[in-house]
Structure formats: C-alpha cells, structure tokens
Nanobody
C-alpha cells in the first residue's frame, strides 16, 4: 500500500511559478511510474507529466517548456516545477503512482492551484 500526499499548491499570479511535491509512503518507490494529473471544473482529469523508473519523462503539449517533473528516490518524492503559469493551468493537481506489472495504482488527495490576478 502506498499513500501519496501532495503539497505546494496555492494562488499565484499569471506568469508566476509554483513547485508541487508528492511524498510517498511505503517501499519500492523507485519502481513506480509517477505522474501528475489535473482536473479543472467541468473537465476530465488529464495527464500533465509522467516520469518512469529510469527517469524518462513525457508532458502534455500544453505544459511543454513550462513544467518540469522530477523525482528523488531517496526521499520518496516527486516534484512538479511549474513556470509561466497561466489562468488555464487552474485546476486540482493530483499525484499518481503506478506499477503496472503488479497492477498497483494509487492517487493522492489533490492540491488546488489557482492562477489569477
């Protein structure tokens, strides 16, 4: 069992930055694919960024060049650095841990990010 706790959300002006963190409990963190997803009001949850066990990453087109996902396996933590934030980035951001070979799939409770002047 893995528990995920996100932090770092808040209110920021357009053009500003935030760094989200997701701390994971449990063992074998380095074996999980970690992802950040977001859900805006009235919209479906969507993938923002993902980092696999080897460190390769992929991003939604809408955040490429602005967001960076990283992980620190020693701290059981994954980060999402968000720069040049825009109002359309406003959403609840969720952390996800997946280990497909073992059919493990865990979500955090979410953290609100609001971009507004």
């Amino acid at each position: 069992q893995v528990q995920l706790v996100e932090s770092g959300g808040g209110l920021v002006q357009p053009g500003g930055s935030l760094r989200l963190s997701c701390a994971a409990s449990g063992s074998s963190f380095s074996l999980y694919t970690m992802g950040w997803y977001r859900q805006a009001p009235g919209k479906q949850r969507e993938l923002v960024a993902r980092i696999i066990t080897g460190g390769s990453t992929n991003y939604a087109d809408s955040v490429k060049g602005r967001f960076t996902i990283s992980r620190d396996n020693a701290k059981n933590t994954v980060y999402l650095q968000m720069n040049s934030l825009q109002p359309e980035d406003t959403a609840v951001y969720y952390c996800r841990a997946r280990w497909p070979l073992k059919d493990y799939d865990y979500w955090g409770q979410g953290t609100q990010v609001t971009v507004s002047s």
